[in-house]
């Protein structure tokens, strides 16, 4: 159990924290949420490419991993991993349903409430729709034209996997465009999303793995 909740914390994940990162005042903080809130408030669906870089401190080279992400609001998502090995795990009716290279699993998160967190953690930190969660404290920096979230866990259900998470937005981009996850090792995961579409036709089989 404890394997599956770490492989699922680290699909939420990127970017490594830049010297010139500067605190955004309190107008700038609501501009940025307020702007980031009515826009994903509109996606119903969205679709991206990504590359997942896995940082560890006795390593010498990141591990990269490719794949795809499909999310339909408000609780449907699927990650499908292509390269270097075919890995999916989607949450779709209360259930979440595993892949690995042909061996499948499923989970019935109804009445698990660590589960229930986790997508909705993952649901979040894709749309960016965040921002009120009670169980974060969250600073907001600004770095030439980006804009950063970063979101320190105060539950103890969490802190065990995650001591933080940064949420980096491209200019003029209301959706996610990197996420960061830090472990409590200060080992990290990151990905870098690419190609995104939103609002695009998908239905149940688009979430069959």
Partial sequence: MNKVLSTLFLLVITTVS???EKAMSQTEIATFKKDV???TKEITSLSTDFTQYKHMSFMSKDIESKGSMLL???NKLLWKYSNP???SIAFKDNK???NDQGKKNKIDIGNNKKFAKINTLIVGSISGNMFDDKEFKITYYKNNKRSI???VPT???IT???SQIELYFDEGQSTVSEVKLIEPSDDYTRIVFKNKKTNIKLNDSSFTN
């Fill in 18 to 20: 830049l010297a010139q």
């Fill in 37 to 39: 809130i009515s826009k």
């Fill in 72 to 74: 339909q609001v408000p």
């Fill in 85 to 87: 090995f075919e890995y």
């Fill in 96 to 98: 979440i349903s595993i």
């Fill in 149 to 151: 979230a970063k979101l």
């Fill in 155 to 157: 539950s103890k259900e």
């Fill in 160 to 162: 065990q996997y995650i």
